[in-house]
């Protein structure tokens, strides 16, 4: 029951219709983090300078997420992402990035961190995930994310790290553009032949699929009548996913199915309110309560038509 | 047990990236017709001109449906539609409409299509539908469809059909539009508060949702890798949703669930092959493991996280 994950440790500014923050934490390692960590203990790899605070770090705390691999650079700055969404939440318009620290993150695991039972490698240099995860020889299902840059600028180096790991968590914009195919059935079969045990694409508000050797299974988003801040909603259902998956004994497909759900959940109340806020005061009651509405949403009787019984 | 339907019955000339066809038997009251024909019996109501022919009327002899109240204007011409799509299958380019003796529509019902439990009202003109609706004092469920023209050329009237409906089935664009709330959870408040026990909203690849007053329930689209000709999809939906429920002796959250499973099992096999091709020859062993294969791909064992369980 461990579970690490290697990326970013961030922070962020954002603007969106409803309001705005000048500096709060972000960064993909840290929503994974925390989304996990209500499932299973949680170290995070990443790089930050000596701005990042003890607010910050009282987060990480909280949660018991082990931060021993989390490098303080000295007179360093924390990577730093400022952006905007407008009425369209699905699209997140980058105003700043500096990369400062992150630039030349150099992940440096630790044995209890290599020697987790689960790796997720957030959205970073397919060159640097594929390093960890030969780092960390007995983990037992590693999976990855990317982003549209890797792709059109390392697609050869990414797919090898995409053949090193078990699961791929990504957008259908991206599953598209690694594949050059439209049809999201026909892109979900190339990336599963690259090994894969298992494919997760997410569909921003139409929810996401899982895609296994022979089975396929759909979840849809939860119905919000308002999204306040989609930042970090993706790496935070993959902890969900991910943690869920570390807290079972086994990976089966029953299993896979309920860590969709969970995700779901999680990033549910990610895009509640801004940054961290929401999810960092979540309770497992909130939690469970919200699995069973996917189940009331989703649930129907599996009852075949007869047409001699038809009324 | 028994459905009417009033809509177009038409002839449709296809273009799509895999063939094309010139002149085939298509309209809304024709999809909708044949696909709930396999769950009940269905009356349907429309205008042809004295060009359909023998191979037209065979389609809707063959599966027993009534065209009694099919006018047949002598001299005149059928309804034809030519249409053009793209890779992207979800836009319709309308390259001809011939509108004919569908110009001058005017429903005459016999007392079999009046008296009918269920009354299904396809795209027409509003107050047609209004008309329509009030002939059928008895019909226990009344579901309508729409189209943006009628959104954005008569709005109030088109608010006034709803008004008188127990159901409507529009896809989200038109959700949207009519509300001019671009959240579709708020759009659906909106429109289920003109009185309505139901409402569709239909999302193309994304599937389905169905709002009622206490409940929300998603069902994806089946997974096609290629979808052949989506002409007449939303009312093949529409069909099987209508068709199922006039099988049912309560209609039921249970059974609009059960419902909008069987309307996505039959869009399903309709966008498979050019217009009414697929559907002509379906059975039913064939529509039920369809249905299976929708639990298949939703189904999730309900069980709640526990921390102190956990691996």
């Known amino acids: 029951m461990s579970l690490t994950v290697v990326g970013s440790v961030a922070f962020d500014a954002l603007e969106t219709p409803f309001g705005q923050r000048d500096k709060i934490l972000g960064g993909a390692g840290t929503h994974f983090a925390l989304s996990s960590s209500f ?72 044995e209890k961190s290599k020697s987790a039972r689960l790796l997720f490698l957030a959205n970073i240099l397919p060159t640097i995930q594929k390093q960890v995860r030969e780092q960390c020889e007995n983990a037992q299902f590693v999976a990855m994310d990317t982003m549209n840059f890797w792709i059109s600028s390392m ?26 195919e439209p049809n999201i059935h026909k892109a979900a079969k190339v990336i ?56 079972q004994v086994e990976i089966t497909e029953d299993a896979l199915r309920r860590a969709m759900i969970y995700g779901s959940v999680m990033a549910s109340f990610n895009v509640e309110e801004f940054g961290t806020e929401r999810v960092d005061r979540l309770t497992h009651d909130e939690i469970n309560e919200r699995f069973r509405a996917f189940k009331r949403m989703t649930h129907f009787e599996e009852i075949p038509f007869e047409k001699s019984a038809a009324a």
Chains 1, 2 share one sequence.
């Open 39 to 110: 499932f299973t203990d949680v170290n995070v790899v990443g790089v930050v300078g000596d701005d990042f605070g003890d607010a910050e770090w009282a987060v990480f705390e909280r949660h018991n997420i082990n931060t021993d691999d989390v490098e303080v650079v000295a007179g360093g700055k924390t990577f730093f992402w400022r952006g905007r969404y407008d009425y369209d939440m699905n699209t997140a318009h980058t105003l700043d990035t500096q990369l400062n620290v992150f630039e030349t993150f150099d992940p440096k695991l630790s």
């Open 155 to 180: 697609k050869d180096q990414l797919i090898e790290t995409i053949k090193v790991v078990d699961c791929v968590i990504i957008n259908d914009a991206e599953a598209r553009q690694l594949t050059d």
């Open 192 to 247: 599963l032949n690259y090994g894969l045990k298992a494919l997760v694409i997410k569909r921003g508000e139409y929810g996401a699929v899982l895609f296994t050797k022979d089975n396929f299974f759909v979840v849809p988003a939860y119905p919000l009548e308002s999204v306040f801040d989609p930042t970090g909603a993706g790496d935070t259902f993959a902890g969900g996913f991910m943690g869920y998956l570390a807290s």
